[in-house]
């Protein structure tokens, strides 16, 4: 990591703001740099975006690079639909449309995870554990390096929910037995009642997601998720409950990704209508205590948010060709827009975008 990076940690505090942050800083499961990996699903690739001047973009020569190609590659990608990383700086890519979870690590340092051993499937539907996905959406990572994928069923057999993935036997995917499990089991009658699409770990330890249910009872909205009685799952009475959902005059929205700040704030984009929302719960009760639009722009689809280390926003556009656009966090104003891919190449955009720990640097 360059040494100049502005990051938020306990060592760069006072002891005063220290003892502020305290309850908040493990909400990062790991030290985020501005380095980005950014899924393409026109490419079916994953990309590194890196700011190697530290100018606040990634537009300059050699700050964008092909980190995975999924269309080349040995491991197929149809459409990478999100990331995440393990506490070692491996990353998990999770596609919509071949059903895999692949991790993708660069261990020689030359900036990409293509060579042999560097790229291998963490979870396939030929799992021993019998646990069939057909449309992941979403993922996160939480402190114990459990993996948690937001589901849909797609009609084809699976379920709509939350799902849990650890390796229990550190063998470095999830395919034996008991490494798959629900988390969530979403009952419906009917597919597209739930359209599980993003996860997140929350300031409070615990899990939110965001579901877009088409044409059901099931509020389109941000979920809270409390495992009342630490039974390994939230499929008991209280345990899923409606955390936020846009107001009833809101035409269309559609949620994207949800996250969380520094300063325990949510964001959450709603690329329905090209906003961005922010919530705040200020006593972490669970009760969302006021939300309004942070940021909107016509002619945008905000799919994906991520929070960098010094508090901007980072918002990926799903467009030809695709931009990353970088928010002040205090203020909500655009600081820079950044190509996510050379114009050159016409590609489909960011999909979704995540900022990881520490990855090796090959300068």
């Not at 030359?110 to 790229?119: K, L, N, Q, T, Y």
């Not at 008991?178 to 615990?206: A, C, K, Q």
């Not at 919530?279 to 006021?290: A, C, H, K, R, T």
């Not at 799919?303 to 280390?309: E, G, K, L």
């Amino acid at each position: 990591m360059q040494s100049t990076r502005v990051l938020l940690s306990a060592l760069t505090l006072t002891a005063a703001a220290a003892a502020q942050w305290a309850p908040l800083i493990p909400t990062l499961p790991q030290p985020r740099s501005f380095d980005l990996l950014v899924g393409d699903q026109n490419a079916d690739s994953v990309f590194r975006m890196i700011d190697w001047n530290q100018d606040g973009d990634y537009n300059d020569a050699g700050e964008v690079q092909l980190f995975y190609d999924g269309a080349n590659g040995s491991i197929a990608l149809g459409t990478p639909s999100g990331i995440a990383m393990l506490a070692n700086g491996t990353a998990l890519v999770c596609d919509v449309t071949t059903d895999v979870v692949i991790a993708l690590r660069d261990q020689n340092g030359d900036g990409d995870a293509m060579d042999p051993g560097e790229h291998w499937v963490y979870f396939d539907n030929n799992n021993a554990s019998g646990v069939g996905m057909y449309s992941m959406q979403g993922i996160c990572v939480d402190y114990l390096d459990r993996c948690f994928i937001a589901n849909g069923d797609n009609g084809q057999g699976g379920s709509d929910g939350i799902f849990v993935l650890e390796d229990l036997d550190h063998d470095g995917d999830v395919l034996d037995p008991g490494e798959v499990r629900s988390y969530l089991d979403i009952v419906t009658t009917s597919t597209g009642h739930s359209n599980p699409f993003d996860v997140m770990v929350g300031p409070d330890n615990n899990l939110y997601y965001t579901d877009n249910g088409i044409n059901g009872p099931i509020t389109k909205g941000v979920y809270r998720l409390v495992d009342l009685n630490q039974d390994g799952d939230c499929n008991d009475l209280g345990e899923n409950n409606l955390f936020w959902a846009p107001a009833p005059a809101t035409p269309s929205p559609f949620l994207g990704d949800v996250v969380v700040d520094q300063l325990g704030r949510f964001y959450v984009a709603n690329y329905g209508n090209n906003e961005l929302w922010q919530l705040e719960d200020n006593n972490f009760d669970g009760v969302v205590d006021s939300s309004s639009v942070y940021y909107s722009t016509s002619g945008s689809i905000w799919w994906d948010v991520s929070v960098r280390d010094d508090g901007a926003l980072m918002l990926c556009e799903y467009s030809t060709p695709g931009f990353v656009t970088v928010l002040d966090g205090s203020s909500g104003t655009v600081v820079a827009t950044a190509r996510a891919r050379d114009t050159a190449r016409r590609c489909s955009a960011t999909a979704r975008c995540w900022s990881p720990a520490a990855l090796p640097r090959s300068t």
